[in-house]
DNA sequence: AATTAAAGTGAGTAATCACTCATTTTGACG
DNA sequence: CGTCAAAATGAGTGATTACTCACTTTAATT
């Protein structure tokens, strides 16, 4: 078997319900649009990395655009999968997490193991959002209907453990977000060559992350 | 006189050097390429926007990509300036900065103005470098070779002091960068339309930024 | 006023673009 | 094997692309 289990997972979808030509063109598109961009890249450079016809592209994808947006779709959703579950924030408040060192340093792995795997589409995502406003609007939605009042809850939970400075929340979230952000930007996109020790690496981002936002 | 003085500040230039019309040539191109992206912005439209027919482009830029390189070079040289003036290390050694908040402040300040100055411009170098590997590579060495061994031995030399966290000296830099870069990128990029307080926030994210680097 | 070089013009060009559609291939069924 | 619908094909389409070049305009100098 062909190693896609991770366009897939990716996609969310059964391994029936997309033929290996519709495979090709999904996996070609992916790693085209990431190295030269949406713009500079052309439906019959696709096809042909396909290994199909162009034609066969828009039994598919109507335009262009749309399987730009197959692709991004998807890659924005697992962005912020992690927030999407409902126990999420049970768990914080159940002691699942007793410490806000806890929540970070679950969300960091989780979110190095994402990057890692899906890469590509994740530039995609990233590169695109520049230029596309409605994928932007699309990402800022999620963000405020899933993400942030969630973690707003979580970063007043632990300021009032006195675990946390006392700075808005808003402004924890920020940091906390560009801090582990920042290193996965470093470590996967500006110098993927450096020779890290990821796991070195991570320990010190966190015990940074911590400091910065302990109570003084 | 029109307000253009920010392009000739950016490019390096005298006034007299460029015509009226180059300038147009040069702010639609900043524009554009900043809001759509290089590969999508035709030579047709820059023209159209700046007023000009599309074979005058030509005459001052022998290919498209001249004309986003004749952007993108002195945007890169600028975003690393204070780096490359030659007093910059000896400031710091001089007891210019007595300790490495007061440097990582007048670095922030200085970045802020520059980012908030230029941010069409920056935004292109950025958005582009993703695609454009001679970029990249133009980048990767200005920064070997003009800031990072400056920045290490600033960095050194507040750890013997017994300021900083004893991480590799990289690290630091890191933290440093993408704390500060991490700002910016939300200030200016993601929620521009937030309605943020700027000095109060840069204070927090100092402050963040030394207790996550201080030696414990 | 005449000269001249530089700056600017815009119609023209071959190549490429996203997309269409009439036709062919494929593979599951009886 | 024969049937048939779905999948795939690739030549063809008009629009747009970056770029050229023969020509005109501008403006400074004689």
Redesign the pocket.
Known sequence: MDERKWLFDLLNVEEQQL????LNILQAAIEMFAEKGY?A?????I?KRA?????????????????LLAIVKPTLFQSVAPFLAKKFVKDVFENEYEHYEQFVRAVFKNRYEFVKTYLPAIRVLWQEMAFHSDIKVQFQTIFINHVYDKFKQIVEHFQQKGELALFPPETIIRLTITTIAGFLLTRFIVMPDYPWDDEQEMERTIQFLMNGLKKT
């Not at 033929?19 to 519709?22: D, F, H, L, P």
């Not at 890249?41 to 450079?45: C, G, I, L, N, P």
């Open positions: 033929s290996e030509k519709q713009a890249t052309s439906t019959s450079e096809a290994g199909v016809a162009e034609g066969t592209i828009f039994r598919h994808y109507k335009t262009k655009k749309d399987l």
